[in-house]
């Protein structure tokens, strides 16, 4: 029998229509171990369906006893909330079919159980309702002004934080040893390594993230993945690939920093810097400057794409925009390493 590629026990909301809103997975896991799949595959079918709070803590029994208390986790968290959950068994990791598959995805970048664009989102959008996000919990888009109405009839004040497919990341899950100042500002399905920080500004999209530790003002667009020990200045911005950003995804390596207000669309590798308020886009034309001041080339962005050690300025005397040797951080990469 083939390896299972996921498993979780989730709590859903339901619209009063009957559509599945959202699914809460405390413990989602990849991959589960020899002793937990035969557990699973003897006790829950595959694909998504639902599990009384009895079953749940049956489940959980069985596969503590089996050695895989990993694996029960999910279960033993939710078996006290007395209403049906929602299992879920992935075979493979294949297009997204259901609202449930969608979300425990989500949760497995957030969890950091799957670096972005690892998984397989095809289908994502299609898969997820739009929801107004309330004071109250997750309600369908179509019921929100009769909940309104509702909640003023009783006395009740229900807020609407935002209207949107994908939630806050916190309601979700909560990294170790990460800062976030506007939680708002993070979509579940971001990814936040140990040690980022992310300021007001900062931004981080589903299937994106920092590797940590990592300094965020600046925002990471879906498929864009940021290394180790950069910074992202204040407003800054890092194209993405989802409205009419072209096809490059953009990667950031190590070391690098992007100014506030710059951007970038096209990869960078380690140790780079990008001017305060320069966009470097892939079709930008860009003076390559040796370690003397001469130009030795004139070339697209697009072109240095994923090399190491560049610093790009708009030359505020010419206006062209130059590729220098990155001096300042090569030696402070020298520094550090003096140190290791
Ligand atoms: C591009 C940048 C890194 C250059 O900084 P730097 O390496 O410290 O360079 P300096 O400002 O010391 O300038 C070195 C020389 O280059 C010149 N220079 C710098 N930027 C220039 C530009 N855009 N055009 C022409 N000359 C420029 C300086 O005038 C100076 O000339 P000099 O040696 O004759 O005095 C810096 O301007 C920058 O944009 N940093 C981003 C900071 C940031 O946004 N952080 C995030 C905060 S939220």
Not at 30 to 48: C, D, L
Not at 71 to 98: F, H, M, Q, W, Y
Not at 101 to 122: D, M
Not at 136 to 141: D, L, M, R, Y
Request: with cysteine; hydrophobic share 40%; net charge neutral.
């Amino acid at each position: 029998m083939s390896e299972l590629f996921g498993f979780g026990v989730g709590h859903s909301t339901q619209s009063r229509a009957g559509k599945t809103l959202e699914v809460y997975f405390p413990a989602p896991v990849k991959h589960p171990s020899g002793a937990a799949q035969r557990v699973i595959r003897e006790h829950v079918s595959v694909g998504v369906s639902s599990l009384s709070p009895a079953s749940a803590a049956k489940l959980a029994g069985n596969l503590i006893d089996a050695g895989a208390a990993d694996a029960a986790r999910g279960c033993s968290l939710l078996a006290e909330i007395d209403k049906p959950l929602t299992a879920l068994v992935l075979e493979n990791d294949e297009a997204i079919r259901s609202t449930a598959e969608a979300y425990f995805k989500l949760q497995l970048l957030s969890h950091r159980l799957s670096l972005p664009n690892t998984l397989n989102l095809e289908g994502i959008f299609a898969q997820l309702p739009n929801v107004a996000w309330t004071s109250e919990g997750a309600i369908g888009v179509d019921e929100i002004e009769a909940a309104l109405i509702s909640a003023r009839r009783t006395g009740r004040q229900l807020t609407v934080h935002c209207l949107d497919k994908f939630p806050r990341m916190t309601d979700y899950v909560i990294p170790t040893g990460v800062r976030i100042a506007d939680a708002s500002r993070i979509r579940l399905g971001a990814y936040l390594g140990e040690g980022t920080t992310v300021m007001h500004e900062g931004f981080v999209n589903f299937n994106a993230g920092a590797i940590g530790p990592n300094m965020v003002e600046g925002r990471i667009s879906q498929g864009v993945i940021v290394g180790e020990h950069t910074d992202l200045g204040g407003s800054s911005s890092t194209m993405g690939t989802l409205s009419g950003g072209g096809n490059i995804k953009v990667s950031i390596g190590r070391y690098c920093l992007i100014g506030a207000n710059a951007g970038t669309g096209i990869s960078l590798g380690d140790r780079c810097t990008i001017e305060a308020g320069l966009y470097i886009t892939s079709g930008t034309v860009v003076d390559v400057i040796d370690e003397d001041g001469n130009r030795v080339r004139t070339a697209k962005a697009r072109e240095l794409s994923g090399l190491s050690d560049m610093l790009f300025i708009r030359n505020s005397r010419t206006s062209k925009v130059e590729c220098r040797t990155n001096r300042a951080a090569i030696k402070l990469n020298e520094q550090l390493h003096a140190h290791n």
